[in-house]
């Protein structure tokens, strides 16, 4: 049923469109930095040109050929191709930044010709050394980060409730299982209250009939309120209905355009997450059915995978609101552009007595690297507020029909 609602979505025509782009922007980006690197004495001097041109080649269709086989379950092959491909990707970004800054500072050889080649030398091993980072801060684990929230209305019994949520740890070739078990340990030491999974949770190339020995280490996962998630767009991706099942086949809640509550005095909602970017009818929608008939002055949490929009959650009364999807930037400085497409892209944000919070991830996405900032698992701490209720939402249109509150 997912995989149809996706095929309904993309037309084969922008389907083609889509990947035309992609193949021409990750080529042309190959050709320019193999290019460049050519162009370094070194190189020039010691390094045969045909063996240079395959090495290109060879990882040029790494990250192709790797989705592809990850998909036809080729398992040991696709774990190389990703491993080499993925890397690939991470790497050739920033070699690319870094000798692209030199070629504007020098006119791409047209000024300070004499030290033009040299100046191109450094910025590859700098691109090298950041690459190096990049892979050793990815490599440990992720940090425990810490909030205290207050929310108006929560009971006084449910002060110093402790929520442990977790954000893309896109399991799938690389990072495996072995992986997941350690987070599942990292999370299993807070002594959390309840477990929050803010989608992401396999990779969105992944064959999911493959993926079932997830299950168990998945199902480790507990805690007295249990555990509860929300889909992200790589479980679109994956086929929403197949990752669904695997989430509740591991002991999860999953709440899908709706709320329920949780203990008395507050409510956990959810929304699914599509494919689409930016505002659109259809996620508002979602959103307003997953918030929709909700009982009088009980504080609210949202798990949203990302946010679109932040004041369709102060208008709602949501008293915080949490999601991840960004990963921070994960690559310096992808964080630049994902700062243009997301309100938040990491941390706290308290806006119209909404607390936002935004993951930057528990796990990487594509290449195996970070930079500058490791991942994170969230420890929020919640405090009942002194303070009186919470002020009634602005009034707006009537709730469209939703689901049935209880899950």
């Known amino acids: 049923m997912g995989n149809k609602r996706a095929v309904r979505e993309f037309p084969l025509s922008s389907v083609i469109l889509f990947v035309s782009i992609v193949l021409a922007v990750w080529s042309g980006l190959n050709a320019y930095v193999l290019w ?7 190189v020039a001097e010691h390094v045969p040109r ?10 040029w269709a790494s990250f192709i050929l790797g989705r592809f086989s990850s998909r036809l379950g080729l398992s040991s092959l696709s774990y190389v191709l990703d ?34 080649p040299k100046l191109r030398s450094w910025a590859l091993l700098a691109g090298l050394l950041l690459s190096l980072i990049a892979f050793v801060q990815a490599l440990r684990a992720p940090v425990i980060r810490d909030y205290e929230v207050r929310l108006h ?90 990752a669904v099942r695997l989430f509740e086949e591991a002991g999860f809640r999953v709440l899908r355009n709706e709320w ?56 709602a009364g949501v008293g915080l609101c949490l999601s991840g999807h960004t990963h921070g930037g994960q690559i310096w400085p992808f964080g630049c552009v994902v700062g243009s497409m997301n309100p938040v892209v990491a941390g706290r944000r308290d806006s119209a007595g909404t607390v936002f919070i935004v993951s930057r991830g528990t796990g990487t996405w ?32 009537a709730p469209l029909p939703h689901a049935p509150g209880g899950v």
């Open 83 to 116: 491993l080499v491909g993925a890397n690939w990707v991470g790497i050739l970004f920033l070699l690319f930044v870094c000798v692209l800054a030199v070629d504007i500072v020098t006119g791409f050889g047209f000024f300070l010709k004499p030290m033009a």
């Open 153 to 242: 209305g929560l009971p006084a019994d449910a002060d110093g409730m402790v929520i442990a949520a977790v954000a893309d740890t896109h399991v799938g070739t690389i990072p495996g299982k072995r992986w997941l078990a350690g987070r599942v340990a990292q999370v299993e030491s807070l002594k959390p209250d309840i477990v929050l999974v803010l989608g992401d949770v396999v990779e969105g190339d992944s064959r999911l009939d493959r993926q079932r020995d997830l299950i168990p280490v998945l199902g480790r996962l507990s805690a007295p309120l249990g555990v509860w998630a929300v889909t992200g767009n790589h479980e679109h991706y994956a086929g929403m209905d197949a």
């Open 260 to 315: 329920c509550e949780v203990r008395p005095g507050l409510v956990l909602a959810g929304v699914d997450d599509g494919d689409g970017h930016g505002r659109n009818p259809e996620r508002s929608r979602r959103v307003a059915r997953a918030l929709a008939d909700r009982p009088a002055g009980v504080p609210t949490i949202f798990l949203t995978h990302r946010i679109v929009d932040l004041h369709e959650f102060e208008n």
């Open 366 to 397: 594509g290449p195996r690297m970070r930079l500058w900032r490791r991942g994170e698992i969230l420890r929020i701490i919640l405090r009942s507020s002194p303070a009186g209720p919470p002020p009634d939402p602005p009034a707006g249109p």
């Open 50 to 59: 045909w063996l240079l041109i395959t090495a290109g080649v060879a990882c």
């Open 36 to 42: 460049r690197i050519s162009s370094v004495p070194f």
